[in-house]
């Protein structure tokens, strides 16, 4: 995707980026930045399934070669890198993001290393908020019953959520960060769009403008329970 000319600081926003370009029906503005998540695409998960095989061939051919090798050791490499593979698959990765406000087409895209991710109707969105993930809940029920300490992965992420239509009626998430615990910090993102709306958008008086959006009160991240 193109992202145009930088507009914003580091002053204005720390770790978020905010680009300008001219589009085809009117200007085009891109809030940019990097953050953790957790590996659930498909694409990446049949990437990993091939890695494991690919492990498991390794691991084969590593016994069947293994007799310069005293067998202890070779059998203790195996299982170490059997370990930090699946540590490293169970961590957050670095996902580059970007969501993308095109006034002219009257469109909110987010974006995922690039590829889109999701689109909506920009003039249609009543509200943003940051919220906890909305599987958070049930997740940590399900752990206290089974008598788990240790926090479930819907536990460890949080959402920037966009809220559609009449009233604000339509849920949609439109990222989810892996941070825990939660420091809050989709909130910077939230505000840099709202930052980038207002530039771009112009009086945020909804119609050919930027919508009108409600700042965030209250609801938003709660702490844990336990």
């Not at 995707?1 to 978020?16: K, L």
């Amino acid at each position: 995707m193109t992202m145009g000319q930088r507009i914003s600081t580091a002053t204005d926003f720390a770790r978020v980026a905010v680009y300008r370009r001219d589009g085809p029906s009117g200007p085009v503005m891109s809030v940019a930045f990097s953050q953790k998540e957790f590996v659930t695409d498909r694409a990446t998960q049949l990437l990993m399934a091939a890695a494991i095989l690919l492990l498991i061939g390794a691991s084969v051919m590593a016994v069947n070669l293994g007799g310069a090798l005293p067998q202890g050791w070779l059998v203790l490499g195996i299982l170490a890198a059997w370990v930090a593979f699946f540590v490293t698959f169970k961590q957050p990765w670095t996902i580059s993001r970007a969501i993308e406000l095109d006034f002219g087409a009257d469109r909110l895209a987010v974006f995922r290393k690039g590829k889109l991710d999701g689109q909506q109707q920009l003039s249609r969105l009543a509200n943003l908020t940051v919220e906890d993930h909305p599987d958070a809940e049930l997740a940590r029920l399900n752990r206290q019953m089974k008598g788990e300490k240790s926090p479930r992965v819907a536990e460890k992420q949080h959402c920037l959520v966009g809220w559609f239509g009449a009233g604000g009626g339509e849920k949609v998430v439109l990222i989810t960060r892996a941070e825990f615990p939660s420091r809050n910090s989709l909130f910077e993102v939230r505000q840099a769009v709202l930052w980038a709306m207002e530039k771009g958008g112009g009086a945020t008086t909804g119609g050919s403008g930027a919508p009108t959006v409600k700042p965030q009160t209250g609801g938003g991240i709660k702490p844990p329970l336990d």
